[in-house]
Every structure is written in C-alpha cells, then in structure tokens.
C-alpha cells in the first residue's frame, strides 16, 4: 500500500476535498453575508478576530491535514527507496535488500506514545492563543468556523508528532544501514550519495511544514505557537538531515584512519631507506606517498558538497516565500471582495 498511493496526489485530495466541503458549507450556512459586511479588511492588522481570521485559521488547518499524511507516507517511501539504491554499495542481494527495506518501519507502541503527546498538545492548544474563550471545548460555543478548528487540530497535531517521529525512525534507521556499507572508495563518495539525499528530503518536507504553519503569522495570538512550532521543527531539520549521514560519517571517518596507517607505515619503511644511501629503493616512491596521504587526509569525513549547502539555503528561503505569497494573497482577497 505505502508504494501504491502517491503522496502528491494523496494530500491534494485531502486538502482540496476539505476546502470544497468549507466553502460549500460556508455558504450553505449563510456565512459568506456576515464575512463580506465585515467592513474594513486589512491583513497586516495588529488586531485580528471575528469570522474572516475564523476562516483563514480553517483553511490553513485544511492545507496542513492534507500535507502532513502525505509527508509521512513519503518519509517511510524515500527511506525504503533509498536502501534499494544502496543495494551496490551494501553489497546485499536483491532479496537482503528487501529485508533492511521492510526493517524502516514505525513500531505501534511509537505511534501510540507520540500520539498521544500531539493529542494532549491539541487539548492545551485554545488555551494557549488569545483571545482565550470562557469554554474552549464546549460545543456550544463554536462557531462553524471553530468547529473546523477543533475538529481538525486534534488530528493535525497527532500526524504532527508521527511525521517528527518517522522522520527520526528513518533517520537513525539510514545510519544502521550505513554500517553494512562495504570498502568505502575515499577519492569517490558518490555511491554515498543516497544517504544524503535521504537527509535532504527529511529536511525538504519539515521545511515544508514550517511553511504552512508560516500562514499563521498572518493572525494575532499565534506568536507564541509558532515560535514553539518553528523552534522545535528547525532542531528536527537539523536532525533529519545529519542523522541519516552520522553512519556514513563514522565510516569515513574509519576508512581514512585505516588509509592513514597504511600509508604512514610505507613512509616510515621509505624513510628507513631513505636515510640509507645504500639501500636500493626507486625514486619518487616517498613524494608518491606522501601525495596520496595529503590527498586522504582531504577527503571530506562528512559526504556532503556545495550543491548540498545550496540547496539548503534555497529550502531556507520556502517560509519566507510562503509567508510573503500569504500576505500578497489575502491583500488581493481583500482588494476583490472589500
């Protein structure tokens, strides 16, 4: 199931069924009279409340309810992907691949414990954003916007922290694979390569989590939230991006020392001989040793390149871009409709 349904087109259609039904129910309700005699709209107001935040906070909560299964899908996909790339540098059959590919995986009891962190967060979330309602959770104080929220907050936050957690699973699980890695090839890391683009892609959907909850920065009372979101998220981003290259690391780090004792074994039986005038030895073997351990000595112990920090900054740049792209858009709304 997890390699026949398409994580593109799984949030889609969760996120874009969502908003059809919000708007379709908007409307059936009468809502959309009370938004547009709303008065003044201005999307960079210190003060912000009333149906139209309501509706935002609903659809941004759609986005995220579409996004976050999807990225967990993809999370276990790219992992198990991933270790069937690196069936030549494992040197593992067709049928050893399956195995470690069938071994990234996210036990129940993780899912359970996680679960029911993100859940309990949830709980405790109306009480954290201002203005705070006298009951929170009492059905008949929501509006049908509020009805959304605390429907679908429980459930974003519980995907939350299974996302954070198969991201943290798969991570560590990449490193353990890299420690059936073969002779590693110092002067050619590129068969490593796929560790990195693992980390990459963890990195690459956490970013894109951060920039959906980026679109709350548009409403007042989220501060505090979105400080603990993005702080949390971006200490994940580091992690999912050095966890699943840590392996790799320590097998560099091992093949150079192993190299570097070979070869300064050599220099020290040339430097026998080499003091030795009588000794018979070819010219050139010494300054050929110590080229190739001044070119292992260069050899990156951690298999990333320029185009890996590139495309970091370029990722840093996508809650900026959506946050902007939030702003742009709700002023065009609120030129048309206002």
């Known amino acids: ?162 996302f954070g957690y198969a991201v943290v699973i798969v991570s560590v699980r990449m490193s353990r694979i890299a420690k059936k890695l073969g002779h590693i090839e110092l002067l050619d890391l590129a068969p490593l390569a796929p560790f990195t683009q693992q980390g990459l892609t963890n990195a690459l959907l956490l970013i894109g989590l951060l920039s959906i909850w980026s679109l709350m920065m548009l409403e007042t009372g989220f501060g505090w939230i979105m400080i603990m979101i993005g702080g949390g998220t971006l200490v994940l981003i580091t992690l999912a991006l050095l966890s699943p290259v840590r392996g790799v690391h320590q097998r560099i780090c091992q093949s150079k020392e192993t190299e570097l004792g070979w070869v300064n074994g050599e220099i020290s039986k040339q430097w026998s001989a080499f003091q030795n005038s009588d000794a018979g030895r070819r010219s050139g073997d010494m300054a050929d040793l110590v080229a190739y351990r001044s070119l292992v000595e260069s050899v990156p112990e951690w298999p990333f390149t320029i185009s890996t920090y590139t495309r970091l900054i370029l990722y840093a740049l996508i809650p900026l871009v959506s946050w902007g792209f939030g702003i742009i858009a709700e002023e065009i709304v609120g030129r048309t409709l206002f």
């Open 1 to 162: 199931m997890i390699e026949r349904i398409s994580p593109l087109w799984l949030g889609i259609g969760i996120s874009g069924s969502l908003i059809v039904i919000l708007m379709l129910s908007e409307s059936v309700l009468g809502r959309w009279d009370a938004l547009l005699a709303g008065g003044e709209f201005n999307p960079l107001a210190s003060v912000s409340s009333g149906i139209l935040r309501d509706l935002r906070i609903a659809i941004v909560l759609c986005l995220l309810i579409g996004y976050l299964p999807a990225a967990l899908l993809h999370v276990i996909r790219s992992g198990r992907r991933t270790v069937f790339v690196l069936q030549g540098a494992l040197g593992c059959t067709r049928e050893e691949c399956e195995t470690l590919a069938a071994s990234v995986r996210l036990s129940a009891r993780g899912l359970v414990i996680t679960g029911l962190i993100g859940f309990g967060l949830a709980i405790l979330l109306p009480y954290m954003v201002p203005p705070v309602p006298e009951t929170p959770w009492s059905p008949s104080a929501w509006s049908p916007e509020v009805v959304w929220h605390r429907i679908l907050s429980p459930l974003i936050f519980v995907l939350q922290w299974w």
